[in-house]
């Protein structure tokens, strides 16, 4: 999974010292510093894009069309928590895990140093989760992820943007240090998880 260069999203803002203008990848019109974006199922890439061609996205059937708008919804459970996750014992590098359904396939991205390592779910292991907790059935394939992160508390899990992981991943790759990740990228991704933590409306 590569990491989105062009974004200057919240963030990362701070750290961007170039005022490059960022612009539509579709179209070429330039785009505020936050933007929406859309996923090139083609060529399995986020691009950056202008509300013009985001809303274009929108209006294609789901399943046809090439680029498929990213939504905005940020979800969790608070009926159903997930209490415990076998994988955990799996040592993730940098404490969390997202998961991302294309097609009938599922795979789970660990961000690490080197960016983020992909193994394929066994099959029906997903859809075994996914019974006990509707949260996971409710991400949208290829645009919408399920992120858990293991805290002193347990697991917390969200559904997010695709762009939201792209950014995570990317915060482990640039401020990691020493063998365990070291305190500015635990400091980054726990801002990033404030974020997403603040944005997530319960599931109904
Ligand atoms: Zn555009
Ligand atoms: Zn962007």
Redesign the pocket.
């Known amino acids: 999974m590569s990491v989105h260069a062009g974004s200057t999203h919240s963030a990362f803002a701070r750290d961007r010292r170039s005022a490059r203008q960022e612009r539509?990848e579709?179209?070429g019109?330039p785009v505020a510093s936050r933007h929406c974006h859309v996923v090139d199922t083609g060529r399995r890439g986020l691009l950056c894009?202008?509300r013009?061609?985001f809303l274009l996205s929108t209006r294609c059937p789901a399943g046809e069309a090439r680029y498929r708008a990213v939504p905005e919804r940020y979800l969790w459970d608070p009926r159903r928590p997930v209490v415990r996750l076998d994988w955990c014992g799996l040592g993730i590098p940098a404490g969390f895990a997202f998961f991302l359904r294309r097609g009938t396939r599922v795979t789970a991205f660990q961000p690490g140093p080197a960016g983020a390592v992909e193994t394929t779910l066994p099959a029906g292991l997903w859809a075994e989760l996914s019974a006990g907790h509707p949260l996971l059935a409710a991400a949208e394939p290829d645009v919408e992820a399920i992120v858990f992160r293991g805290t002193e508390r347990g697991t917390d899990c969200f559904l997010v943007p695709v762009d939201v992981c792209y950014r995570l991943a990317g915060a482990v790759r640039r401020y990691w240090t020493g063998p365990d990740g070291g305190p500015e990228m635990r400091e980054r991704v726990g801002e990033l998880f404030a974020e997403i933590g603040h944005r997530a409306r319960p599931l109904r």
């Open positions: 539509c579709l179209c019109t894009a202008c013009a061609c």
